[in-house]
């Protein structure tokens, strides 16, 4: 059986390469990344860069690279749009489409560093995501020399976590805690896991990668790789299935509860910031679990 990569690069080069109002074609991620771990599971990462934005936006033209399986779009770093295409062999490419005109400005605007406290929020939001995203490893597919250049002035950024962030993340985890425990209860099951997963598991993905950060741990976003960067006890904490039952949910949102509580804390704690403490909570959620 062939390799399902076998041919992707130079089919959407020449896709690409064919297309005048593509200015550029980026990749980017791990695959482009010096000493990332790749696999035979990494997608393809890339930057589409073009004068006609909206020709792409709603994820159609991904037909025209192969076998597709399916696609999707999201609205990510900011107001760029995300199209993710899964083709045969479940190879998965993820495009994100960008303005010409935008990333040329964003580019010139990091050839002059020092003029960044002058720049407009909307640039500087700009900026910002591309040294996320961009500053870990790119490789230009289409766009030649002048596009190497502008790309070669991308620096690495880390934005860590703000306290505005942290106690939103904190207020919507143990809200969200207390509508689970209510809906277990009740015997509203699927609306008990649901919550659990969309809102605490994440969550509390959230604060432990930026515990990690903080720690000097090469942490990832979403989860990812966190068998290499937890803890044994973080990884304990965060192993569990919720069956659609009663006391193995409230089981579930205590040991959520446990993980976030510690985390929450020690990110608070390198910060200097005043984490509030849901002692009430966590005493009307140990009644209940014993009732």
């Not at 959407?12 to 550029?24: F, G, M, P, Q, T």
């Not at 993340?169 to 209860?185: D, M, P, S």
């Not at 959520?256 to 929450?264: A, G, H, L, P």
């Amino acid at each position: 059986m062939s390799d399902p990569d076998d041919g992707w690069a130079a089919t959407v080069s020449a896709w690409a390469l064919a297309k005048a109002d593509i200015r550029a074609l980026v990749q980017i991620g791990s695959r482009v990344q010096k000493g990332a771990a790749v696999d035979r599971f990494s997608d393809y990462d890339y930057h589409l860069v073009t004068s006609r934005p909206g020709r792409y936006r709603d994820g159609a033209f991904t037909r025209d690279l192969g076998p597709l399986w399916a696609y999707g779009t999201q609205v990510a770093f900011g107001d760029a749009v995300k199209v993710t295409a899964v083709y045969a062999g479940a190879l998965e490419a993820d495009f994100v489409v960008l303005s010409n005109w935008e990333v040329r400005v964003a580019a010139l605007a990091l050839a002059w560093p020092m003029a960044a406290p002058l720049w407009p929020a909307p640039l500087r939001r700009g900026v910002a995501n591309l040294r996320i995203v961009a500053a870990p490893g790119w490789k230009v597919i289409k766009g030649g020399r002048d596009w190497e250049t502008r790309y070669s002035r991308i620096s690495p950024l880390r934005l860590p976590l703000s306290q505005g962030e942290f106690d939103r993340l904190c207020g919507e985890f143990w809200t969200q805690l207390v509508w689970a425990a209510k809906k277990a209860e009740r015997g509203e099951f699927r609306a008990s896991q649901r919550a659990l997963h969309v809102h605490l598991i994440e969550n509390s993905l959230r604060m432990l990668q930026e515990e990690a950060l903080l720690e000097g741990r090469a942490a990832r976003p979403l989860g990812r790789r966190a068998e290499g960067w937890m803890t044994p006890e973080q990884l304990e904490g965060t192993d569990f299935s919720t069956a659609l039952d009663r006391d193995a949910l409230l089981s579930g949102l205590q040991r959520i509860m446990d993980v976030f509580e510690k985390s929450s804390l020690a990110v608070a704690s390198r910060n200097g910031w005043d984490a509030a403490r849901h002692d009430e909570v966590r005493a009307w959620l140990n009644g209940l679990r014993v009732s």
